[in-house]
């Protein structure tokens, strides 16, 4: 599976921006697709996820304010990003994972490249 982002730049808080990613390879495998970020010297965290098991997950910090969707035809997710602030600035990483054990949740990870994205406040 690959994943490639695109999107992400600089913006002023309360802005809004718009990331994409579009998967190929063998996608009949995945099971969902997302985003995470990771921001100077903190782990990577989940931002929102869209699967085909559960509703979308949304991190705390963003609920309200993004939105993910999937078109299934594109094989592509996408994240609105609405009202933007200083605290969203960081390296955002394209996600999607097969599950290989489903008792287990156990699951193998694909990751696109990440995109920058930058809040001015």
């Known amino acids: 599976v690959q994943l490639q982002a695109s999107g992400g730049g600089l913006v002023q808080a309360g802005g809004t921006l718009k990331l994409s990613c579009t998967a190929s390879?063998?996608?009949?495998?995945?099971?969902?697709m997302g985003w995470y970020r990771q921001a100077p010297g903190k782990e990577r965290e989940l931002v929102a996820e869209?699967?085909?098991?559960?509703?979308?997950k949304y991190a705390d910090s963003v609920r309200g304010r993004f939105t993910i969707s999937k078109d299934d035809d594109s094989n592509t997710v996408n994240l609105q990003m609405y009202s933007l602030k200083s605290e969203d600035t960081a390296v955002y990483y394209c996600?999607?994972?097969?599950?290989?054990?489903?008792?287990?949740?156990?699951?193998?990870?694909?990751w696109g490249q990440g995109t920058q994205v930058t809040v001015s406040s």
């Open positions: 390879g063998d996608i009949s495998s995945i099971n969902a």
């Open positions: 869209v699967s085909s098991f559960s509703p979308p």
């Open positions: 996600n999607a994972y097969k599950i290989t054990e489903r008792l287990t949740m156990s699951r193998v990870d694909y």
